[in-house]
């Protein structure tokens, strides 16, 4: 047991002298007099300007991911109507839609109230490594194929399908922005 804590000691010690981190290491300390806004921000939860809380909107996204179903319509609307923003106006949310088990015509309605509607994929293939490796062509048939399908089938106007997530939140770097 000894012989295993001097090790993970040791490696400890060789990969901070290399200056590789391993996931969970402690940061280095952030000199704030080295790291100003706007090409270096320290970490943490104090507002930056140090503005008064009460002077700062909060921001809140809403979103939903993958098949639109009737089966969540109801959870989907409890959640929607039940805020209000600051002002009174109904908040926003986007759907990100994949093809499999979507009600496009759950889909129109959610356009016709207001909400955005963005691409999910068409397969949703629940394989990381997929996403992580696809090619340009890959993405772009997965990506504007589902634009071009809820197009089709939702009759949403194709400019006005204009984001995209990722699967699994797994991008393949630029591969993915091309
Ligand atoms: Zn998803």
Redesign the pocket.
């Known amino acids: 047991m000894r012989c295993a804590v001097s090790l993970l000691l040791l490696l400890s010690l060789l990969s901070l002298s290399h200056g590789y981190r391993e996931p969970g290491d402690e940061a280095d300390w952030c000199d704030y007099e080295q790291c100003k806004l706007p090409d270096c921000r320290c970490s943490g939860t104090d507002i930056p300007g140090g503005l008064p809380v009460h002077q700062i909107p909060q921001i809140v996204m809403v979103s939903f991911?993958?098949a639109v179903q009737d089966r969540w319509k109801a959870d989907v609307e409890n959640v929607l109507s039940d805020h209000k923003n600051p002002n009174g106006c109904p908040v926003g949310a986007t759907f990100?839609v994949?093809h499999e088990y979507t009600s496009y015509q759950l889909v129109e309605e959610y356009y016709s109230k207001g909400y955005e509607i963005a691409s999910?994929s068409i397969s949703?293939y629940s394989y990381q490594d997929w996403w992580k490796n696809a090619s340009e062509d890959e993405w772009h048939d997965e990506i504007i194929g589902m634009q071009t399908i809820i197009h089709e089938f939702a009759n949403i106007p194709t400019d006005d399908i204009q984001g995209m997530?990722a699967?699994?939140l797994q991008t393949g770097g630029d591969t993915t922005y091309k």
């Open positions: 991911d993958d990100f994949s999910h949703h997530r699967p699994l």
